[in-house]
């Protein structure tokens, strides 16, 4: 994952490569920011993306993040899930993320 650019991309295993195209909304709440856009996958379709993030010192936990990817239907709402990282347990917007940082940390400014 990295955001070169202004950029997010994605890559995951199995050749699936998403790049951000928009970035629509940004929302800081403590320790917690989310960040939702649109973009492709491997150069096609149309897909909004959600990334969220928390800054484990603000709260006396770990840093987690969370990138769930959705395809765009026609009429523009959201379809298909295809890539989560949270599907098990609270798969709800708001939920917190649940994948530890292992390299590097979240660092969020107040």
């Not at 320790?31 to 969220?52: Q, R, V």
């Amino acid at each position: 994952m990295s955001c070169p650019n202004g950029r997010f991309l994605l890559r995951h295993p199995g050749d699936l490569l998403f790049e951000s195209s928009a970035h629509d909304t940004l929302t800081l709440a403590g320790p917690w920011a989310k960040i939702e856009g649109s973009g492709t996958i491997n150069g096609h379709g149309d897909y909004e993306y959600l990334f969220t993030a928390v800054d484990g010192k603000l709260f006396d936990g770990d840093d987690a993040i969370r990138v769930r990817i959705r395809e765009r239907l026609a009429d523009g709402s959201a379809g298909p899930v295809v890539y989560d990282t949270q599907m098990i347990g609270n798969a709800h917007d708001a939920a917190m993320p649940t994948v530890d940082v292992n390299r590097g940390s979240i660092v969020i400014h107040r």
